[in-house]
């Protein structure tokens, strides 16, 4: 575990775990990289190093006063690869953490990457447009935004039970899993948290997600509430060329958690073919 500092002088942290070929994990908004334990041990315990590091606003990073958008998290990113000498490396991302992957392809290619890994991810663009017309209305982030700002922890603990799925009839959904939400969540900036949503949002992934030139797998819940399906894997699997796309039915948008073990023999076979 440790800190990478960026060229704006951006604390990033990250930890690094085990031994073998390399998995990279970028988290979904507003949590951090403990959001991710369940995958990063089970990993390690099959042959695997895996990084993961706090986005910046988030966790243990410092609370930067810019670039809290798709292009910094991405450099951010690049930042950590380069650090490390990452290389041959499988990278994944959750949530915001998908429009992070999907910007680095973008912004730095794929010469360090072997695959790639999305789930419940952000792109191709979450908010309705004229040439996105099945996306959210810009009232719906508006409204994110005014109650993350009106009562932050309440706002979190409301939406815990959305991105589990705690709010559905018969949902298992355990105590622990919304009060780990809510403590990470609680890590986050307010001002970045705030400028983030613009970022999960608003961002059009489409010209990213053309230059994916590597074996994809694409992973989502069909009930998931944040990152409607339809509108974001469904669309994503189409614009890879080649992506492998699994649909989890009636699963939430927190599937790495609800469904961790399902999940993570999805991964590992994924990154073992």
């Known amino acids: 575990m440790g800190y990478i500092t960026t060229e704006d002088g951006t604390d990033i942290y990250y930890k690094d775990w085990g031994e073998g070929p390399v998995v990279t994990f970028s988290h979904g908004w507003p949590l951090n990289a403990d959001a991710w334990d369940g ?7 099959n042959g695997f190093r895996v990084v993961a590091h706090d986005r910046r606003g988030h966790g243990r ?18 930042a950590v690869i380069e650090a490390l000498d ?19 392809i973008g912004r730095h290619g794929t010469g360090r990457v072997a695959k ?8 191709p663009i979450m908010v309705q447009s ?24 309440q706002f979190y603990q409301d939406l815990a039970q ?7 009839p018969g949902a298992t959904v355990s105590k622990g899993i919304l009060d780990q939400f809510w403590l990470w969540s609680m890590q986050a900036g307010l001002w970045n948290a705030y400028e983030s949503i613009k970022a999960f949002s608003e961002t059009d992934f489409r010209a990213d997600l053309a230059k994916f030139d590597i074996p994809t797998l694409v992973l989502h819940g069909e009930d998931d509430q944040i990152v409607p399906v339809k ?3 469904r669309k994503t699997a ?33 990154l073992r073919g």
């Open 39 to 45: 995958q990063l041990l089970f990993l390690v315990q």
């Open 231 to 233: 509108d974001s894997a």
């Open 162 to 168: 959305m991105f589990y799925g705690a709010n559905r």
């Open 86 to 104: 990452l290389r041959d490396a499988t990278l994944v991302g959750h949530s915001t953490g998908g429009g992070e992957v999907a910007r680095y």
């Open 238 to 270: 189409k614009l890879i060329a080649n992506a492998q796309d699994i649909y989890y039915p009636g699963a939430p948008h927190g599937i790495t958690s609800t469904m961790q073990d399902q999940v993570n023999k999805d991964l590992l076979a994924f």
């Open 61 to 78: 990073s410092s609370q930067a006063r810019s670039r809290n958008d798709m292009d910094g998290y991405a450099d951010d990113l690049a």
């Open 130 to 153: 004229p040439d996105n017309p099945e996306g959210l209305p810009i009232s719906v982030f508006d409204e994110l935004r005014a109650n993350l700002f009106k009562d932050r922890s």
């Open 116 to 123: 790639a890994v999305l789930i419940s991810a952000v792109p």
